[in-house]
């Protein structure tokens, strides 16, 4: 498809005029879409007004010194820099508008159902990556809300799953031991004695009410039962001390296609290594705190990856009351389509922020 060039009153990025503006627009766009460099000869190709190759050599040259353009080998062709990518993202990118199918498939898919709440986040994650051909990525904060019922299932064998239901309408499960020789009616009397203590209180209260109750000598439960009890509230309490919360990311193998080199490869394996850290998820979640939107890191710019050649697209999932509970967006390779990314990952946290809230 033929580009026309952009016009004086078009809004520009400081220091560019608008034929400058126009061939990084266009070698930025060829190149999200190519991976390739970008010569002369295909950008005329590209504009509907007539501008030679040599013109647009000279053009290119000058964004070559001012930074925003490099070539990787003795081609012709140029690239962008991250400083060149950062001017399209804040002054030429041109978002494009979610379709209503693509919204109503966002929706579908993040419709509760009875999943947990951890399923539900990686049915998230797993749709970002897909929709954006880059690895996704879901991260919610430890969650304190009140409980509204807890049950115990027996699973068989010296196993037993442990349902909370919070009085938001989520759920969540957690399997434990049980103990040796255990009846299923402790199980009952587990669940039973939990319940009496919830009340829609918070895991830190309800945990808070029972050590009270057990220390005070005032439970009626029996050895086996109080096991059971203790097990319960400890499962929870593993997922959410020190920090808490949950960081989701699928489409990690999205990141491994069109590798060049053992340092590309490298750079991967320590992006991997930093998304397993839980310093990554609380730094995630503070470069979104002050966003009221989509947030862009280009390269090293987000302080988390180092200089792996990767951009970060990040937004807060807000709940009514515009509390963050939590974040969501897309880790790929600096040529991602912008354009696409931004609004779907836009439209992924507002429908989030309203299930997490």
């Known amino acids: 498809m033929k580009h026309a060039l952009l016009s004086a009153g078009s809004a520009l990025p400081p220091g560019l005029d608008p034929r400058s503006a126009t061939i990084l627009r266009e070698i930025v766009e060829e190149y999200v879409a190519s991976g390739e460099p970008v010569g002369s000869r295909t950008l005329a190709r590209r504009l509907d007004q007539p501008l030679s190759p040599a013109t647009i050599r000279n053009v290119m040259a000058s964004l070559t010194e001012a930074g925003l353009l490099f070539s990787p080998h003795t081609s012709a062709g140029r690239l962008p820099t991250e400083k060149g990518l950062r001017l399209f993202v804040d002054g030429l990118l041109q978002f494009g508008a979610l379709s209503e199918d693509d919204q109503r498939a966002i929706g579908y898919s993040l419709e509760a159902h009875g999943r947990s709440l951890h399923d539900t986040l990686t049915e998230a994650s797993a749709l970002l990556a ?17 409980i509204k019922h807890i049950e115990f299932v027996a699973l068989g064998g010296s196993r037993a799953l442990v349902i909370l239901v919070g009085v938001d309408g989520r759920v969540e499960n957690r399997v434990i031991e049980t103990p040796p020789g255990m009846p299923p009616s402790a199980l009952v009397e587990a669940a039973n004695y939990l319940n009496a203590h919830a009340m829609g209180a918070s895991l830190p209260d309800l945990r808070q009410r029972v050590g009270a109750d ?16 203790e097990s319960g509230l400890a499962i929870w309490d593993a997922g959410r001390e020190g920090g ?17 080199g053992q340092e590309r490869l490298l750079a991967i394996q320590t992006l991997f290594d930093r998304l397993e850290a839980q310093e990554t998820m609380l730094r995630l979640l503070e470069l979104v705190e002050t966003s009221e939107g989509v947030r862009i890191f280009i390269g090293a710019e987000s302080g988390l990856f180092g200089t792996t050649g990767m951009s970060v697209v990040m937004a807060p999932a807000r709940n009514e009351a515009n509390k963050i509970v939590g974040a969501i967006g897309v880790i790929g390779p600096t040529r991602i389509n912008y354009g696409r990314v931004v609004p779907v990952v836009d439209y992924t946290a507002r429908i989030l922020g309203g299930m997490l809230g």
């Open 130 to 146: 897909g929709m954006s051909d880059a690895a996704g990525l879901v991260v919610a904060p430890k969650g304190e809300g009140g």
């Open 214 to 229: 057990m220390h005070g000598d005032k439970a009626t439960l029996d050895s086996l039962t109080a096991e059971v009890v």
């Open 244 to 260: 808490g919360g949950t960081l989701i990311v699928r489409g990690q193998s999205r990141l491994l296609v069109d590798l060049d």
